[in-house]
Nanobody
Framework: QVQLVESGGGSVQAGGSLRLSCKAS???????????MGWFRQPPGKEREGVAAIYVADGRTYYANSMKGQFSVSRDNAKKTVYLQMNSLKPEDTAMYFC??????????????????????WGQGTQVTVSS
């Protein structure tokens, strides 16, 4: 059974940075490295939204338009861990952040979706709170 565990959340003042981690277990290296890993967030009282995704095999990345330049996704395959570097944080970035895994969509130009639909394994989330 695939398990994803997020960490690195916390409270930070506006303008600060955080790096979230998502460690995968219960999955072979070949399965892990052939998938997409996505980051999503759910602000209080709002729907879950896609933040960024990475195709683990070759590291190509995808970002929500509003988060380009502010967030950066990367991976360490030896550790089966994906990271989300968040800079210049704003109070509106306050949310529960989740990672999830999905099969890549090779038939499309963007291998990895920023919609939650294709993602079938999810972590429990890590809370990020940004104060003004």
């Amino acid at each position: 059974q695939v398990q994803l565990v997020e960490s690195g959340g916390g409270s930070v003042q506006a303008g600060g940075s955080l790096r979230l981690s998502c460690k995968a277990s219960g999955v072979s290296y070949s399965s892990y490295s052939s998938n997409c890993m996505g980051w999503f967030r759910q602000p209080p009282g709002k729907e879950r939204e896609g933040v960024a995704a990475i195709y683990v095999a070759d590291g190509r990345t995808y970002y929500a338009n509003s988060m380009k330049g502010q967030f950066s996704v990367s991976r360490d395959n030896a550790k089966k861990t994906v990271y989300l570097q968040m800079n210049s944080l704003k109070p509106e970035d306050t949310a529960m952040y989740f990672c999830a895994t999905a099969k890549p969509r090779f038939w499309l130009g963007d291998y990895c979706s920023l919609s939650h639909n294709p993602y079938n394994y999810w972590g429990q989330g890590t809370q990020v709170t940004v104060s003004s």
